[in-house]
């Protein structure tokens, strides 16, 4: 029988389609270090699971549409801190991130229409995009240049008649890169102008090393028609099983039709919003600057581990918990293959995510991969160092060396 066109021409996630080759390893007695996805081990606040256990309710019932109200102004007052006034209206509970993008695109992409989106990104913003018939025109970057890209000069000439969005990760996943205030600014310039929306998916906002005050695209009140949120609990607090995050806009319209499909999936889960809505109550500023003095020694452990290994290049990350690296290589996927099935150290061998899933340009990426820096610093300089071993013993089969 035919499977849709669309559904056939999306790609496996590069972060998680090596799944059954880590299966295969670990049943052979290895040790699979992971650097492919970006599941902190830091411990999710007991507020979360304190709100669970204490979840009086006799009936797990159905929560509004919307989102439950308990959460819901969580949201709002957590905005309140950073100098963002939300009504209650102009945020929608989701599925996580993923259904909050999900939505978004459904709303704004007919076939065939196009977003802009800064490259190397987030390959589910590539599969979410195909699945509703709409396409990603890139925003060529290089690591060189600290993946910047928002300038007219780079912007301006891609947008066409097709063009409905930019959509941007700021920090950035997989690159790292924060955008600086007049960045932003340009960004929601460039999409008033040219009656774009601007997609800011802000889920990393809280792990930036520069210790610089947190900001969002919705401090931008004359963006209201324009800017449209995702964020979610996962990354902030190391929350990613729960599976809660946000829609907010205050294009009205937008959030009228994003409803359609809230009513049509009936609701986000209940008790993980009761949960998600304890995290926000709880979050305090010492939690936040703990959370980021971990993640720079994480990425520091990284750094000072790819230093050592001949021919790799990286920039240096600003934010997220990720770092794009080009390696000595051919191709980053078929060392892939090689770590999981030929190559081991004492036991261990180490996974990453191949970096040609995180473009939209054929051919780019192939020697690159993304490297998640979510466990503790021994672990990640183990893992490296198993990079750099797996790299030279690859190389040497293929007479590389």
Known sequence: MKLSTRIEACALSPIRKFHPYVVEAEAKGRKVLHLNIGQPDIATPAAFFDAVRNFEEDVLAYAPSAGADVYLKAVRDYYKTLGVELALGDILATFGG????????????????????????????????????????????????GYRFASRERIEPLIGPKTRAILVTNPGNPTGAVLTEEEARLLLDIARERDLFLISDEVYREIVYSGEALHSMLKYEDGAENVVVIDSVSKRFSSCGARVGTLISRNQHLISQAMKICQGRLCAATLDQAGAAALYRSMTPAYCQEVQTEYRRRRDAVVEGLEKIPGVSY?????????????????????????????????????????????????????????????????????IELLGLGIAAYNRKNGRQ
């Not at 993008?101 to 709303?107: G, N, R, V």
């Not at 992409?109 to 025109?137: K, M, S």
Request: hydrophobic share 40%; with cysteine; proline share 9%.
């Open 98 to 145: 993923s259904e909050a993008l999900q939505l978004a695109l459904t709303c704004v992409l007919d076939e065939g229409d196009e977003i802009l989106v800064p490259e190397p990104f987030y390959p589910n913003y590539a599969t979410f995009t195909g699945a509703i018939g709409g396409a990603i025109r890139p925003i060529p970057t290089s690591p060189e240049e």
């Open 315 to 383: 920039s240096h990350p600003e934010g997220a918990f990720y770092i794009m690296a080009s390696l000595p290589v051919d191709d980053a996927e078929k060392l892939q293959y090689f770590l999981l099935q030929e190559f081991e150290d004492k036991g261990e061998t180490v996974m990453y995510a191949p970096g040609q899933g995180f473009y939209a340009t054929p051919g780019k990426g192939l020697n690159e991969i993304r490297i998640a820096y979510v466990t503790n610093p021994a672990e990640l300089a183990r893992a």
